[in-house]
């Protein structure tokens, strides 16, 4: 299976703090990279697909990069409602695998 | 608006099999991957398995073949069996749509928290 690392596992910020959370696939799965918000209670999101593309909808001080083993995801100025987990997934190949994710904290 | 509904017991015995359903509203079954996705109290997200439109699967290898998962296009509805559960069967179990050519998960419904227990 490819592990899916993501760093940091939790971050203090504040409102209108830039932000980037780091995630390390363990093999080369080329742009087949999500990111994803999760809050409790609720459906999680999609951001971000095919490693750097946003999400219909999603704001656009979301953005991301990166290809093969390491892939950033970026928040330029943070909002009340990002304050929530964030987490990668590789769909280069099965099984998918999801990094443990990153909890953004105010 | 295209909506995913988990459905199914919240209490399974051990030993015993684990049937949940996922029902699509707002939208058709087309040509896309549907998936079962878990998450254990305080863990991380496990990918469980997909069913294509066509009715073809695939699985993680972590279930040691107790998984199935099936899809009524009739009904737009996504179903999975476990079976011979325990404990660490014990989590929120998620359905959620992918879109192949775009590689992510863009329609997830709410979860359903099922429980192993006695």
């Known amino acids: 299976d490819i592990q899916m690392t993501q760093s940091p596992p939790s971050v203090s910020a504040s409102v209108g703090d830039r932000v980037t959370i780091t995630c390390r696939a363990s093999q080369n799965v080329n742009t087949w990279l999500a990111w994803y918000q999760a809050k409790p209670g609720k459906a999680p999101k999609l951001l971000i697909y095919a490693a750097s593309r946003l999400q219909s909808g999603v704001p656009s001080r979301f953005s991301a990069s990166g290809s093969g083993t390491l892939f950033t995801l970026t928040i330029s100025s943070l909002q009340p409602e990002d304050f929530a987990t964030y987490f990668c997934q590789q769909t280069n190949n099965y099984p998918y695998t999801f990094g443990l994710g990153t909890t953004l904290e105010i | 608006q295209v909506q995913l509904k988990e459905s199914g017991p919240g209490l399974v015995r051990p030993s015993g099999t684990l049937s949940l359903t996922c029902t699509l509203s707002g939208g058709s079954i087309g040509t896309y991957y549907w998936n079962w996705v878990r998450q254990p109290p305080g863990k991380g997200l496990e990918w469980i398995g997909d069913?294509?439109?066509?009715?073809?699967?695939t699985y993680n290898p972590s279930l040691r073949g107790r998984g199935t998962i099936s899809l009524d296009t009739s009904k737009k509805q996504l179903s999975l069996n476990l079976s011979s559960v325990t404990a660490a069967d014990t989590a929120i179990y998620y359905c959620?749509?992918?879109?192949?050519?775009?590689?992510?998960?863009?329609?997830w419904g709410q979860g359903t928290l099922v429980t192993v227990s006695s």
């Open positions: 959620a749509r992918l879109d192949s050519g775009y590689g992510g998960f863009d329609i």
């Open positions: 069913v294509f439109t066509t009715g073809s699967t």
